[in-house]
C-alpha cells in the first residue's frame, strides 16, 4: 500500500543570453524532434514527471508585437519531491540536453559543475504558480502506468475468453481478477486516498456566507464600519463596471489566421494536446488586485471542490495553471488536456465561461464583459479568436502518458481498485461496465 | 418564445429545403476565367437561382463559390471583415486534412476533384428537378451558357435517386435540424422535438446563434462609411465526396456473424445496427416511442449503451443528452455542433432492394457513396468539429479506442489504423477489432452560398448596391 503523492507544479523563468538565441532554438528543435519521433529522450528517465515543456517568448508587453525572444521558461508537473525530480533530471546522461538548455540562459553558472548548476538555476528561477489544477490528485505516475498495463492485460483476457449472456458476473470478475494475479505477481494493490471534498455548490455558499458574516460582524462592532465596507465594495462594483465598458476589445478585423499554422502544426499528435498562452494583464493596481483574488479563489475551488477529475465540468484537463509573471505584468497559463484545441475551447465556453471570464477579463484585448464574470469567453467566436492570439508556441512538450485520456486514467483506478474489493451484484455489473 | 424573422427571398432555396419533391440533381464545378466574364454570367443567371420564397418549386437552380472564385470577385483589401478562415484556407490544404483525417486512404492528393493534383473549382451550380428531362434540359441550357461566358466544366457529379436509403442498405436522412423561425416567429415544437430546435445563425450568417450572438460575417468597404455585410443570408457548405464499399462492409458484419465466437447468435443486420446505432429500417437502437425515430434520449434509457453503443455513428455523430453525466447541459452543447444535411446519392445501389446478402455476394465494383453536402455558418465549431472531436476521436466520451466505424479516420497516426469497436452489454462487453475503412473520401471543397443580395453585388459590383440598399 502506497500512501497519498501529492503532485507539484513547476515554473521556471529566466532570461536567455541572447548570444545564444539561436543554440537555444536549436537545442530545443532536437529534443523535441527525439520526443515525436519517440526516440531515446531524457524525459522517459525521470520517473516523476507527468508532463513537462519549454517554451521561449517575446515580451509580451513589446509596443510593436512580437518582439525579440527574450525569456525561457521551463514547466512541468511532477510527483513528490522536488529535490527527486532534479536528481533523475541531473543524473548520468539524462543531464546532457537539459544542460545545453539552460546554458544559453544569462544566470546559468558554467562554472561549476553541472547537477549542481542546473539544480541552483532551476531552485533560483522558480515562479509561483497562482492557482493550478489537477485531474487526478494522488495518483502517481507509478500508479497510473501500472494501472495502465492492468486495463491492458484484462482486454487481452476478454479477448480470448468468451463468456455466455447467463454468465453470472461474479463468476466473469473473479476470473479475470485470478488472470491479473497471474499476468502480474508484483502487483500492490493501493487504497483510495480520499482527498477532502466540498461540493461546489456549498463552496459557493460558504464563500456567501463568510462574507455576509464579515458584514454582519462589522454591524455588530459599529454601524459606521458597515458602512465603510458596504461603500467600499460598491466603490469597488462601480469602479470596476466603469472600467468594463471602456476596456477595449480586439477588433474583429484582427482574425489570427496567420498566426494559426505556427501554432496547429505541433497539435494533434496524440490523444492530448497542450496549450501555452500569455497575455499582458490590464494596466493599474486595480486589475492585478482582482485577477489576485480570482486566481486564489480558482486555487482554492480546485483543490478542495474540482478534485474529482472536472474542472467546473471540464473533464478533460490533466493539469492547468495559471502563473503571473513579468513584474506582475502579464499571466502565463499552460495546460494539458484530451482532444482537439476546438473541443478544448468549446467546453471552456460552454462549461465554464464564468470562470475563465473572471480571470482574464483582467487582461487586455478581452471580448466585453459584464459584471466580471459574464459575457466575455462567453462570447464564442471572439473569444476562440483572443485565445489564438495570445496563444505562444511551445518549443517542446512531453507527456508520460500521452495516449491516455483523464477518464482513461480514472477508470484504470476504479477497475484496479475494485480487483480487490468484495462486490455484490449490482457493484460487480457496474464493475464490469467500466471495462 | 419569439424567433428571428428569417428573410427568405434574401437567401438561396437548398439552405431551407432539400427539395425531395425533386429527385433528380446535378452538381456541375466551374472554374473562372476573367473577373468581368465572371461578373456578367452571374447577372445572365441571377434570375434563375431560386430563392426560399418558393416554397414549391419545379425546378431549383443554385450557385456557392470556392475562396478562389470569391477572391476573383471580391479583392482582399476590400474586405474589413474576412471569410471564415477555414473557407478561405480550403479543404485540401494540411490544417483541414489533419483535422478532418484526409490523409492515406483519404488523401486530397488522390482525389477526383478538388484535390491538390485536380484542376482548381472556383464554383459548384447545383440543379435539382422533377425528373432527368428536366433536368438534362437545364443542364444543357446552363453549359451553353458557361460556353457564352468561357467559364469552364471542371467535372459534373451526377446524384442518383436511390429512395431513402444510403448505400450500405440503412434508412437515411432522418435526422436534420429544425431552424428556429423557420415555422414563423411564434413556432411552437412538441417538447420532445426542443433538443433538435436550432437558432438560425447556426445556419444562416446575419441571426443570432446558440450563443446568442451573430456570427462572424465577411464585410466590405463600399465607400468611406459604407459597408455592406456580404455574408448576410449567406452559409457555408461542406461538400465531401464520399465513396462507400458496400461489400467489404458486409462482407466484413457475415465474417464476424458467422466466425466470431464473441457474437454468437448475433445475426449480420443486428452486428450492423449496432455499429450504425439504428437498424436497416431505421428504427434507433435506443427505446423510443413507437414510430418515433427522430426523439429519443440516450441518458434516461441508454446510458450504458446497452442498446445503441456509446461508439455508434448516430452516437457520435450526435450525441444528443448523453455527453457526461448532465443530459441538460449536454443537449444545449450538441446543439452547437449541428449541421444541416442537404447531400445525395450517387451510383446504383449494390443490390436493387438492399439485401445484405446479396450486397455481400455481388461482384459489381461500381462506385457508389454519397456527395455529402451541409450547412453551417462557423465550419470549425460545426462540421469539423463533428469529425474530429467526435467521430475521429477514439476517445470520444470515455472510450479507449474506437473511431467511428462509419465515417471515423485516426488522424493523429496520418495513416489508416484498424481500429476497435465496442458493443456495451451484459454480461460484459464485446469488442470488433480490426475494422477496416469502408467509407473513402474522393473529392471535396469548402463553399461559400451568398445569399440573393450579395449574388446581385457579386454580379454587378458596387454599383448594384445604389439600387438595393
Known amino acids: ?435 | 418564445m419569439q424567433f428571428p424573422k428569417i428573410e427568405f427571398g434574401d437567401i438561396q432555396g437548398l439552405l431551407i429545403r432539400s427539395y425531395s419533391f425533386l429527385p433528380e440533381a446535378c452538381y456541375v464545378m466551374l472554374q473562372f476565367t476573367e473577373q468581368a466574364q465572371v461578373r456578367a454570367f452571374l447577372a445572365d443567371i441571377l434570375p434563375g437561382i431560386t430563392s426560399a420564397s418558393h416554397k414549391r418549386p419545379d425546378l431549383a437552380f443554385h450557385i456557392a463559390f470556392t475562396n478562389t472564385g470569391i477572391s476573383r470577385l471580391i479583392p482582399q483589401e476590400q474586405l474589413i471583415t474576412g471569410f471564415a478562415p477555414e473557407f478561405t484556407e480550403g479543404l485540401n490544404t494540411k490544417t483541414r486534412s489533419r483535422i478532418l483525417g484526409d490523409f492515406d486512404t483519404n488523401a486530397a492528393e488522390k482525389w477526383y476533384w478538388g484535390g491538390n493534383h485536380n484542376p482548381q473549382v472556383d464554383a459548384v451550380l447545383m440543379i435539382f428537378a422533377k425528373d432527368s428531362a428536366a433536368l438534362e434540359n437545364k443542364y444543357q441550357d446552363t453549359a451553353e451558357i458557361l460556353k457564352r461566358y468561357n467559364i469552364t466544366e471542371v467535372t459534373r457529379l451526377n446524384t442518383m435517386n436511390i429512395g431513402s436509403k444510403e448505400h450500405f442498405g440503412f434508412e437515411d436522412g432522418i435526422m436534420n435540424p429544425l431552424i428556429a423561425g423557420v415555422g414563423g416567429s411564434n413556432a411552437r415544437y412538441k417538447a420532445e422535438e426542443e433538443q433538435n430546435v436550432v437558432m438560425p445563425g447556426e445556419f444562416i450568417l446575419g441571426y443570432p446563434n446558440e450563443y446568442a450572438k451573430f456570427p462572424l460575417s465577411p464585410r466590405i468597404k463600399t465607400g468611406k462609411e459604407d459597408i455592406f455585410d456580404i455574408g448576410k443570408n449567406g452559409s457555408y457548405m461542406v461538400f465531401r465526396q464520399l465513396e462507400q464499399d458496400v461489400k467489404v462492409f458486409w462482407e466484413f458484419i457475415y465474417g464476424l456473424s458467422e466466425n466470431d465466437p464473441h457474437l454468437q447468435g448475433m445475426t449480420p443486420e443486428l452486428i450492423a445496427a449496432k455499429i450504425m446505432g439504428r437498424q436497416l429500417n431505421g428504427e434507433p437502437l435506443t427505446p423510443a416511442a413507437t414510430g418515433d425515430l427522430k426523439n429519443f434520449f440516450f441518458a434516461e434509457k441508454d446510458k450504458d449503451g446497452y442498446h445503441c453503443p456509446i461508439g455508434a455513428h448516430i452516437r457520435k455523430s450526435n450525441p444528443r443528452d448523453g455527453i457526461d453525466d448532465d443530459p441538460g447541459l449536454s443537449v444545449k452543447m450538441v446543439k452547437k455542433h449541428k449541421i444541416l444535411r442537404r447531400g445525395r446519392a450517387f451510383g446504383a445501389p449494390l443490390s436493387p432492394d438492399f439485401d445484405p446478402a446479396a450486397m455481400r455476394a455481388s461482384g459489381n465494383n461500381d462506385k457508389r457513396g454519397l456527395y455529402f453536402i451541409c450547412f453551417n455558418a462557423q465550419i470549425n465549431r460545426q462540421f469539423e468539429f463533428i469529425q474530429n472531436a467526435w467521430c475521429n476521436n477514439n476517445k470520444f466520451d470515455g472510450l479507449n479506442d474506437d473511431i467511428d466505424p462509419i465515417v471515423g479516420f485516426p488522424f493523429r497516426e496520418g495513416v489508416f489504423r484498424n481500429s476497435a469497436f465496442t458493443i456495451q452489454g451484459c454480461p460484459v462487453r464485446k469488442k470488433i477489432n480490426n475494422i477496416p475503412q469502408f467509407v473513402f473520401v474522393r473529392g471535396g471543397a469548402y463553399f461559400f452560398m451568398p445569399g440573393m443580395q450579395a449574388l446581385k453585388y457579386l454580379a454587378n459590383g458596387p454599383s448594384s448596391l445604389n439600387a438595393v440598399l
Open chain 1, 1 to 435: 500500500m502506497k500512501t497519498f503523492t501529492d503532485q507539484n507544479g513547476l515554473i521556471v523563468v529566466a532570461d536567455i543570453d541572447a548570444n545564444k538565441l539561436s543554440i537555444l532554438c536549436n537545442e530545443l528543435q532536437l529534443l523535441h524532434t527525439s520526443i515525436i519521433t519517440k526516440a531515446d529522450h531524457p524525459f522517459r528517465k525521470i520517473k516523476s514527471v507527468y508532463f513537462a515543456r519549454f517554451v521561449i517568448f517575446p515580451d509580451p508587453l513589446a509596443a510593436q508585437p512580437p518582439g525579440q525572444l527574450f525569456r525561457l521558461v521551463y514547466s512541468g508537473t511532477y510527483d513528490g519531491q522536488l529535490d527527486t525530480c532534479l536528481q533523475a533530471m541531473t543524473a548520468g546522461e539524462t543531464i546532457s540536453p537539459f544542460q545545453k538548455i539552460f546554458s544559453c540562459c544569462k544566470d546559468y553558472d558554467p562554472a561549476i559543475p553541472p547537477a549542481t548548476a542546473i539544480t541552483t538555476f532551476i531552485k533560483g528561477h522558480l515562479q509561483r504558480v497562482d492557482a493550478y489544477y489537477s485531474g487526478y490528485r494522488g495518483l502517481s505516475t507509478d500508479i497510473i502506468g501500472k494501472e495502465a498495463e492492468i486495463y491492458t492485460h484484462i482486454q487481452q483476457f476478454l479477448r480470448e475468453r468468451t463468456f455466455a449472456p447467463a454468465d453470472d458476473p461474479k463468476f466473469i470478475k473473479q476470473e479475470i481478477v485470478q488472470y491479473i494475479h497471474q499476468q502480474v505477481p508484483d502487483y500492490n494493490p493501493i487504497k483510495a486516498v480520499p482527498l477532502p471534498y466540498i461540493k461546489p455548490v456549498y463552496a459557493g455558499l460558504l464563500i456567501g456566507l463568510l462574507l455576509t458574516g464579515v458584514l454582519v460582524l462589522a454591524g455588530f462592532i459599529h454601524l459606521y464600519l458597515l458602512g465603510i465596507l458596504v461603500a467600499l465594495i460598491a466603490g469597488i462594483v462601480f469602479y470596476l463596471r466603469r472600467l468594463e465598458q471602456t476596456a477595449p476589445e480586439l477588433p474583429d478585423t484582427e482574425q489570427e489566421v496567420a498566426a494559426v499554422p505556427s501554432l496547429t502544426k505541433d497539435e494533434d499528435f496524440y490523444a492530448q494536446n497542450q496549450l501555452s498562452h500569455l497575455v499582458a494583464i490590464s494596466p493599474g493596481r486595480f486589475r492585478l488586485g482582482v485577477l489576485r483574488t480570482v486566481l486564489w479563489l480558482i486555487n482554492l475551488l480546485a483543490k478542495y471542490s474540482f478534485n474529482k477529475g472536472a474542472l467546473g465540468g471540464i473533464s478533460t484537463i490533466h493539469f492547468a495553471g495559471w502563473s503571473v509573471l513579468e513584474k506582475e505584468r502579464a499571466l502565463l497559463f499552460f495546460s494539458n488536456f484530451d482532444g482537439s484545441w476546438e473541443n478544448y475551447l468549446s467546453d471552456f465556453v460552454d462549461r465554464a465561461a464564468v470562470g475563465l471570464t473572471g480571470v482574464w477579463s483582467n487582461t487586455i484585448n478581452f471580448p466585453r464583459t459584464s459584471w466580471l464574470v459574464f459575457k466575455g469567453a462567453a462570447d464564442e467566436e471572439r473569444f476562440k479568436n483572443w485565445t489564438r492570439k495570445y496563444q505562444i508556441h511551445t518549443q517542446v512538450w512531453y507527456s508520460a502518458f500521452e495516449e491516455l485520456t483523464v477518464k482513461n486514467i480514472l477508470r484504470n483506478h476504479r477497475i484496479t481498485l475494485g480487483l480487490n474489493q468484495e462486490m455484490n451484484d449490482m457493484q460487480t455489473k457496474k464493475w464490469l461496465n467500466l471495462l
